[in-house]
Nanobody, 121 residues
Framework: QVQLVESGGGLVQPGGSLRLSCAASGSIFSIGSMYWYRQAPGKQRDVVAAITSGGTTNYADSVKGRFTISRDNAKNTVILQLNSLKPEDTAVYYC???????????????WGQGTQVTVSS
């Protein structure tokens, strides 16, 4: 069974920084693209950043230049560095990964449980 476990959320003042981490564990053959999403109260869940297995990254316009996504393939981990945080960044942040388990020939989406990020003075 595959699990994604996130950590690193919390309360931070505007202009501050946080580092979110998401580790995949279990019976994993390979991991494809990995993503961070966020969902604010009353809004849909939107993608924030993405990184391919080769390290190519992509960002939502609202976070470009402030957030950085990275991954450690040896540790099956994806990181989201959040800088210059704004109140509108407040949301529950979820990691998502396309993972292939040994018994399958295809990739399946897995989700973490979410971690709360609150930006407030």
């Amino acid at each position: 069974q595959v699990q994604l476990v996130e950590s690193g959320g919390g309360l931070v003042q505007p202009g501050g920084s946080l580092r979110l981490s998401c580790a995949a564990s279990g019976s994993i053959f390979s991991i494809g693209s990995m993503y961070w999403y966020r969902q604010a109260p009353g809004k849909q869940r939107d993608v924030v950043a993405a990184i391919t297995s080769g390290g190519t990254t992509n960002y939502a316009d609202s976070v470009k230049g402030r957030f950085t996504i990275s991954r450690d393939n040896a540790k099956n981990t994806v990181i989201l560095q959040l800088n210059s945080l704004k109140p509108e960044d407040t949301a529950v942040y979820y990691c998502n990964a396309r993972i292939r388990v040994p018994s399958n020939t295809y990739y399946t989406d897995y989700w973490g449980q979410g971690t709360q990020v609150t930006v407030s003075s």
